[in-house]
């Protein structure tokens, strides 16, 4: 289909409906169906970050609506119409068009979003979607069916809503695409398998090593087998959260590259593939007792960037298997995106405040140190981040503030 260019205001708020003119529209496709049988398909679209970005700053959610207006009207057809219902909720209608060609269409609108990003007070604004499509032959040629097969309704005003208490099961995500996206990646070859124990639910990950077909580099790709209690407001609730895994912006993460959902129970996360030294194999062949300020500081900022992120990410516990050394004697945190993405799962909510946990990766911080056997004024130091925390060193803005005197140690000598 024909794209359209880039359009004037005025040009831009026509192709927009307003919800009852959209109404209207949708009758007069379905009597125009049960006239001369021209089918036509109607979608819904469902913006996965705008709950938590409208949250944080209602403009910066606007914002964000409009980049996905933007971009579904440069990518319809002439013919077709966008109406926003409100809370990051779209409807697409798509005249004479059968349902594979309407998949096709918004699969590739989904691609296009997810590649697109805006900015916020230059703070990057990024829209990922989900979609629903309801086919003219599939449903009748009735407003009702059609919507409902959309998770909308009628409201009693006889205005397009959302259904109300309801957890829809059709999938968000299209695992038909799963085999097109593993055909990316070749000379898969398995690295380690294990079982994990996150707030009450066991999830079996197994790591790959392969070669990206794309980019020619090296990659390693996580599969997460999680348990078989499927919802969809599960399932977008980890969609959204792998999409945070994939803004991450600091030296001592890595961030995710990609993903995908195999089926309902199974997701696969793509990032590159560490080649650096566990810390655990690093101290029993280096001499690292210059570097153990700088290597607190930067477990500090580490935890203080996961704070900031919306929800944010609560690290498990520092240790000597789960931090790498990079260039430069870099920390670099690993294994830590399985305990943010499934802490939703059903029966696994997280029972514990996010300042608890991070009062845990505190003390972690101090079990590991100790173990290091610091020099012994930090020692002092360390001692103290122990469970409970005392209050002067109950956050790591106040732990950092407690290193300053010790800024003379070691290679700051």
Known sequence: PSLIPSASRQRRETMIMAKEAFKHLLLKYCQREIRDGRDFCVAALHVLEFEQVA??????????????????????????????????????????TDKASAESALDRLAATLSGAKTHYHQKPLRASTTFRIAHSKDHGSNIESLLSALGLCLDDSGDIGLLKATQLEAPVTNFDN??????????????????????????????????????????????????????????????????????????????????????????WLTKPKNCYMSLESYVTKSNFDDILLDWSHQLLNILIYLQTLIPPIVPPPFSLQNLVVGTDNHLILNNFEADYL?????????????????????????????????????????????????????????????????EGYGKHK
């Open 342 to 406: 499934f802490a939703c799962l059903p029966d696994g909510e997280q029972q514990s405040s996010n300042s608890d946990l991070n009062s845990q990766a505190i003390v972690s911080l101090g079990q590991l140190f100790m173990n290091l056997k610091p020099e012994a004024r930090l020692t002092t130091l360390f001692q103290k981040l122990q469970n409970p925390l005392p209050k002067e060193l109950d956050s790591p803005y106040k732990v950092r503030a407690a290193l300053k005197p010790f």
């Open 178 to 267: 799963f085999a097109i996206w593993q055909k990316r990646y070749k000379n898969t070859s398995q690295l380690s398998e294990e079982t994990l124990n996150i707030r009450a639910n066991k999830i079996l990950k197994t790591d790959y090593s392969a070669q990206d077909t794309w980019s020619h580099e090296e990659k390693l790709l996580s599969k997460f087998q999680f348990p078989g209690v499927y919802r969809s407001d599960i399932a977008e609730k980890i969609i959204k959260r792998t999409r945070i895994l994939e803004e991450l912006d600091h030296p001592g993460l890595i961030a995710t590259q990609d993903f995908q959902f195999e089926d309902t129970q199974t997701l």
């Open 55 to 96: 949250t944080a700053n209602e403009q910066a959610g606007d914002q964000l609506l409009r980049l996905v207006e933007d971009i579904s009207l440069r990518s319809q057809r002439e013919k077709d119409r966008l109406c926003r219902l409100g809370q990051g909720n779209f409807i697409l209608m798509l005249p004479d």
